[in-house]
């Protein structure tokens, strides 16, 4: 029985050691990922500060606001290349960004769709989509960053 105690407490450390690189990788990950996610956000920032100031330019003509809507395009192109090209530290985290990545996409459909409009009544219906798309977005960023803070 002490041997068999002996040999608990002695797998029971090294398993703990083993752990701690792998909990310290994850952490360093997760970091790294936290650092990527906030450059991209500066970006995503600056793309929709030039289009409204291009799209202040139009005089509210639709035509004109849907040509600026071209760099909001590239913008949501460059995130989702940027978090597929992530290396997340856990599934967890890899879901997360799956849920933002599919989100993202599917406002970029909708920008596409907005883009061939061919009647002002037909883009404003069009912008309305992805205004809606836009702002399911934010509660999938704040989840996914959440669980790379708490990422083991």
């Known amino acids: 029985s002490r041997a068999f105690?002996?040999?608990?407490?002695?797998?029971?450390?090294?398993?703990?050691?083993?752990?701690i690189p792998v909990a310290l990788g994850n952490r360093a990950q997760a970091q790294t990922a936290v650092a990527h996610l906030d450059a991209l956000q500066s970006r995503s920032t600056e793309a929709d500060v030039k289009f409204h100031a291009q799209v202040q330019g139009c005089a509210s003509t639709w035509r004109c606001v849907d040509k600026g809507?071209?760099?909001?395009?590239r913008s949501l192109q460059t995130q989702i290349a940027t978090i597929e090209a992530i290396d997340f530290p856990t599934g967890l985290t890899r879901h997360d960004a799956d849920a933002l990545a599919l989100a993202l996409?599917?406002?970029?459909?909708?920008?596409?769709?907005?883009?061939?409009?061919?009647?002002a009544q037909t883009f404003q219906g069009d912008l309305g989509s992805v205004a809606a798309l836009t702002r399911?977005?934010?509660?999938?960023?704040?989840?996914?960053?959440?669980?790379?803070?708490?990422?083991?």
């Open 136 to 152: 399911q977005l934010q509660p999938l960023a704040l989840k996914l960053q959440e669980d790379l803070r708490s990422a083991p």
């Open 5 to 19: 105690a002996v040999v608990a407490i002695v797998l029971g450390v090294a398993l703990s050691l083993f752990d």
């Open 105 to 119: 996409r599917k406002e970029l459909s909708a920008m596409s769709r907005m883009q061939g409009a061919g009647t």
């Open 69 to 73: 809507t071209a760099i909001l395009e």
